[in-house]
């Protein structure tokens, strides 16, 4: 496999750094992109992590490295790819590239096509992301789709990224609040037989939905179900509204452009049988006690701020446990790292479950949970109210039915996942250029037109792009476009590291807008005369290589890339 220029300046630094034995464990060295032109189109920060190993000012190393690095690129014919290479304070080696350079990335766009962007960054590493996991209780809220939205793309990041990637739905399909849920649904099933005397339950879920349910139970059984003690039909309510439920949040799901490898049921395969072994392997390992009756994990052994109880004084088993046996089978399965999407109630979670990874003898590294900060939808400039209990919200369902799928998922990601989200469905629903989904929408969508322009002019956009000389591309606005290009895959790097997608919304935007810009500027179809088609045929060979990255990263976010708008 021929290396890029990028794999070569990698390769050559870590060679020279284990020839002058400057580390024994040379460890990932990053090529980053300077925020600011002046420091380069690349930045090599390795000498200040070498700099204690080798107990030499980080300036030293760079300079040394810098110099060596000239020799060895140049040996392998890499002289005419690099403009210069300078060294600042305190030891960051910034790497300029020539026209040459910039060419040729521009080539590697069209030659990888739908490709353009992956990487063996995760050296097919084997990863668990659990995410939206919501309970079957009701449809699914606006949080939720925070949590899809992030998920689904950073899933479709990862894996570009070379990792092994599998999406989990954990189905929580037992416990108190499925068995309010059942109470409730009885409750609604009771009213619409006439019962006037049925108590609703103090935590029981209000919603609408649960009518609808209970018309059909008594289209189906009639009035079978209204004389029994609530002991002995409160499981058929229970897992009538369940299955329901979840039923819809698979529709809602699908609808909104987000699948699962795996649909994870505690019930059944979360049994007694593992619990009990889960909690036997802790205790041969001295991690668990008795105290007041019940039964405690010791948990401050790795950090939590206090030591858990897994089973109660009465005997019943606390949340943390079935937890901690449905991580531990997750690494039987044989994922190497887990990674869970979390609201920001499970904030206070973190700690024990990482306890618990590690009393099992896994590193605390080994499980990465991302906090999801709640979304605020805004109507008008007015946050709209939303009660899941109170069933007064606004569905997935009815977000994407009034915005769009494609709005819906770039907005939730547009802010950190660590930051909370103010979405505007005003804005949301705009076909202007105010909207920023349309706004990059509609640049994928103009280089299409282009296309189509020049087709209708006796030019075949796609013919002959080989042969299209691209020194012609000489304006400052080109070569800095085309700089802008060859970010993709770091921006989708940086995601991967981060574990946190929303760089790619202000990467895309950041490249619309400079495309939009170069349009407004220069002329793509720019006359008739020979020279004026070589001109052409550069420029789209140039924009074409706008609509795929654009393409890429769309698709990476389940965000279609019209061709018309």
């Known amino acids: 496999?021929?290396?890029?220029?990028?794999?070569?300046?990698?390769?050559?630094?870590?060679?020279?750094?284990?020839?002058?034995?400057?580390?024994?464990?040379?460890?990932?060295?990053?090529?980053?992109?300077?925020?600011?032109?002046?420091?380069?189109?690349?930045?090599?920060?390795?000498?200040?992590?070498?700099?204690?190993?080798?107990?030499?000012?980080?300036?030293?190393?760079?300079?040394?490295?810098?110099?060596?690095?000239?020799?060895?690129?140049?040996?392998?014919?890499?002289?005419?790819?690099?403009?210069?290479?300078?060294?600042?304070?305190?030891?960051?080696?910034?790497?300029?590239?020539?026209?040459?350079?910039?060419?040729?990335?521009?080539?590697?766009?069209?030659?990888?096509?739908?490709?353009?962007?992956?990487?063996?960054?995760?050296?097919?590493?084997?990863?668990?992301?659990?995410?939206?996991?919501?309970?079957?209780?009701?449809?699914?809220?606006?949080?939720?789709?925070?949590?899809?939205?992030?998920?689904?793309?950073?899933?479709?990041?990862?894996?570009?990224?070379?990792?092994?990637?599998?999406?989990?739905?954990?189905?929580?399909?037992?416990?108190?609040?499925?068995?309010?849920?059942?109470?409730?649904?009885?409750?609604?099933?009771?009213?619409?037989?006439?019962?006037?005397?049925?108590?609703?339950?103090?935590?029981?879920?209000?919603?609408?939905?649960?009518?609808?349910?209970?018309?059909?139970?008594?289209?189906?059984?009639?009035?079978?179900?209204?004389?029994?003690?609530?002991?002995?039909?409160?499981?058929?309510?229970?897992?009538?509204?369940?299955?329901?439920?979840?039923?819809?949040?698979?529709?809602?799901?699908?609808?909104?452009?987000?699948?699962?490898?795996?649909?994870?049921?505690?019930?059944h395969h979360i049994t007694r049988e593992r619990i009990d072994a889960v909690i036997a392997a802790l205790r041969e390992r001295g991690y668990i006690y008795e105290q007041e009756g019940a039964t405690w994990f010791r948990s401050t052994d790795f950090g939590d701020d206090k030591d858990r109880v897994i089973i109660k004084s009465d005997g019943l088993f606390t949340y943390l446990t079935p937890d901690i046996a449905y991580h531990k089978l997750k690494f039987e399965r044989g994922f190497d790292r887990l990674i869970n999407i979390w609201g920001p109630d499970h904030h206070g979670y973190i700690n024990r479950l990482k306890a618990s990874v590690c009393a099992l003898g896994y590193t605390r590294d080994a499980l990465e949970v991302i906090i999801i900060q709640l979304a605020t939808l805004f109507r008008d400039g007015n946050p709209v109210k939303m009660s899941t209990r109170a069933g007064e919200y606004i569905t997935l369902q009815e977000l994407v039915q009034e915005v769009g799928k494609d709005a819906a998922r770039f907005f939730f990601l547009m802010r950190r996942c660590d930051s909370q989200l103010e979405f505007d469905l005003e804005l949301a629903k705009k076909k202007t250029m105010e909207n920023p989904v349309y706004y990059i929408q509609y640049a994928h969508a103009r280089v299409c037109g282009i296309f189509e322009a020049v087709r209708k002019a006796g030019f075949d956009p796609e013919a002959g792009q080989a042969e299209a000389d691209l020194s012609i591309l000489q304006e400052t606005e080109a070569l800095e476009l085309i700089r802008k290009l060859n970010c993709f895959s770091d921006v989708l790097a940086g995601c991967s590291v981060t574990l946190d997608p929303q760089g790619i919304t202000t990467y895309l935007r950041e490249l619309a807008g400079e495309f939009h810009a170069y349009y407004n500027k220069f002329r793509i179809l720019t006359g008739d005369t020979p020279d004026d088609w070589k001109v052409t045929r550069a420029r789209v060979f140039l924009i074409a290589g706008v609509r795929q990255v654009l393409r890429n990263g769309m698709r990476l976010m389940g965000v279609q890339a019209p061709e018309s708008m």
């Open 1 to 267: 496999m021929t290396l890029s220029l990028r794999e070569k300046i990698v390769a050559a630094a870590r060679q020279i750094i284990i020839e002058n034995a400057w580390s024994r464990d040379v460890g990932h060295i990053g090529l980053e992109n300077p925020k600011e032109k002046k420091f380069g189109d690349w930045s090599l920060n390795v000498a200040m992590r070498l700099a204690k190993e080798c107990k030499r000012p980080p300036l030293d190393i760079a300079r040394a490295l810098a110099e060596q690095l000239v020799i060895k690129l140049t040996a392998e014919g890499c002289a005419d790819s690099i403009a210069g290479i300078d060294v600042k304070a305190p030891g960051f080696i910034n790497i300029f590239l020539s026209p040459k350079a910039l060419y040729d990335m521009l080539r590697s766009i069209k030659a990888e096509g739908d490709n353009f962007g992956r990487s063996r960054l995760g050296k097919g590493q084997k990863v668990l992301l659990e995410f939206v996991s919501a309970n079957p209780t009701g449809p699914l809220s606006i949080a939720h789709a925070r949590q899809a939205a992030v998920g689904d793309t950073l899933a479709n990041i990862l894996d570009f990224c070379g990792y092994a990637v599998s999406r989990e739905y954990y189905i929580n399909d037992e416990g108190n609040q499925i068995r309010n849920l059942g109470l409730s649904l009885r409750v609604r099933y009771l009213e619409l037989l006439g019962h006037t005397d049925v108590e609703f339950p103090e935590n029981g879920y209000k919603g609408d939905y649960l009518y609808d349910m209970a018309k059909k139970i008594i289209a189906e059984k009639g009035d079978a179900f209204a004389q029994n003690e609530i002991e002995e039909i409160l499981p058929f309510f229970s897992a009538y509204a369940a299955d329901e439920i979840l039923g819809g949040i698979r529709e809602e799901l699908a609808a909104f452009g987000v699948g699962f490898d795996q649909w994870y049921s505690q019930k």
